[in-house]
């Protein structure tokens, strides 16, 4: 009976120890993962930092790079309103000479039939009187003087039409550069923009992650203590029941020793018991989530480009390459018609097989000459030319075509050798 009573209370003891050390390692082990997990956020707490003076630094250059366009799209402004002043002047100087020409020509051909020193002569010759004399010989110096003056102001005009002729080209070539400065621009800031989107998608999701992270750690954390509170209170409980099973044993011990010590004889039927003592342990599962990462063949041409002042790759410049006795200061496409005819050129409405066809409203309001290789009729041309649909090279992109069609702009008219 009494080897019964210790055995059940030494198991007990075994039982409680058991609990105790299991909840122990329990602990620690949920320690050591709450310690990981905040290693983990300390670390993407770092990534985070770097990641945002990434997306301050690639901000910054985005900054820059728009400042550097609007200071060229106002530059281009400014020099295209210069060259619509300087063309306007150039259709004036342009109008001037060509009359000026047309008077010359008359009064050459004048001279021509007759010796105009002759007729002086005789007008003064023929005087009725000396103040008579007088006034022929001062009308004579007036109508000198007057030719002398028209010729001076024919120069002088001429000399004027060259000067603006030459900045207008300048000015021309500045927004054509500018305009290829302007595309490389949008171009990096293009990639500068998708950079910085990058680095901002990178920083949200990690930290999407480190507040994933930390809900996970966090419930961790709560599973850890709800665990460890389950376990100690089923040891407490079990502590009680030990304690119950002891105090029950001593007391039968007691019993029996006091029937022994008075002598009675009665024969006791006792059933050995024994406590059996279970004890479960709790587990916890945790699990986590990492999100996951989120037409025309152009025909070649024998081209001479020496000389050209032209933007390269553009209709003028296509055209001088192809036409040498195109001028270099002529200016924009549409501004051609007006400089060919002060050089001396004629225009005409009827297509020909070497002359320059020119659109004056094609061409985004700049625009847009060709170089005439074969005429079908008024209705029927092909033609030679470079910046057409992006073809920045010289060819015949467009086969036989109507250039009076509206497409064009509806306006055409051909420069003559």
């Not at 005789?122 to 007088?134: H, L, Q, Y």
């Not at 996951?292 to 001088?320: E, F, I, L, M, R």
Request: proline letters at 2%; glycine letters at 6%; aromatic letters at 4%.
């Amino acid at each position: 009976m009494k080897k019964s009573i210790l055995s059940a209370v030494l198991v007990s003891g075994v039982t409680l120890t058991s609990a105790q050390t299991l909840t122990h390692v329990n602990a620690d082990e949920y320690d050591n993962q709450i310690a990981a997990k905040d290693s983990v956020i300390s670390d993407l707490t770092a990534q985070q930092t770097d990641a945002q003076k990434q997306v301050t630094n690639i901000q910054a250059q985005v900054d820059s790079l728009t400042t550097q366009q609007n200071e060229l799209a106002a530059q281009n402004d400014q020099l295209q309103q210069e060259s619509q002043e300087l063309s306007t002047e150039i259709q004036t100087l342009s109008n001037k000479i060509v009359a000026r020409n047309e008077t010359l020509k008359k009064q050459a051909r004048a001279a021509q039939k007759a010796s105009t020193l002759s007729s002086y002569l005789d007008a003064i010759a023929n005087s009725k009187s000396i103040s008579d004399a007088i006034s022929r010989v001062a009308a004579v110096h007036e109508v000198v003087s007057t030719n002398q003056a028209t010729i001076k102001q024919q120069e002088s005009d001429k000399s004027a039409l060259e000067e603006k002729q030459v900045a207008n080209q300048e000015a021309i070539n500045t927004v054509a550069a500018n305009q290829v400065q302007l595309q490389e621009t949008s171009a990096a800031l293009t990639t500068q923009q998708a950079e910085l989107q990058a680095a901002q998608l990178a920083l949200q999701a990690q930290l999407a992650t480190a507040q994933e992270e930390k809900a996970s750690l966090q419930s961790q954390q709560a599973a850890a203590q709800a665990a460890a509170q389950a376990a100690a209170e089923q040891a407490a409980a079990q502590k009680q029941a030990q304690e119950a099973a002891a105090q029950a044993a001593q007391e039968s011990v007691q019993t029996a020793q006091a029937a022994v010590e008075t002598g009675t004889a009665t024969t006791d039927t006792t059933t050995d018991t024994s406590a059996d003592a279970a004890t479960s342990q709790p587990a916890a599962s945790t699990a986590s989530a990492t999100p996951a990462a989120a037409t025309a063949t152009a025909v070649s041409a024998s081209v001479n480009t020496a000389g050209n002042t032209y933007p390269v790759g553009q209709c003028t410049w296509g055209v001088k390459s192809l036409v040498s006795w195109a001028g270099n200061g002529w200016g924009n496409a549409n501004q051609w018609g007006a400089s060919a005819t002060a050089a001396g050129h004629s225009i005409s409405s009827t297509p020909s097989v070497g002359a320059i066809a020119v659109w004056p409203n094609d061409g985004g309001g700049y625009g847009h000459v060709a170089y005439v290789v074969a005429v079908n009729g008024t209705n029927s041309i092909q033609v030679m030319e470079s910046n057409y649909a992006g073809n920045m090279s010289i060819g015949n992109y467009r086969g036989s075509f109507d250039p009076t069609a509206s497409t064009w702009g509806g306006s055409v008219y051909y420069i003559l050798p």
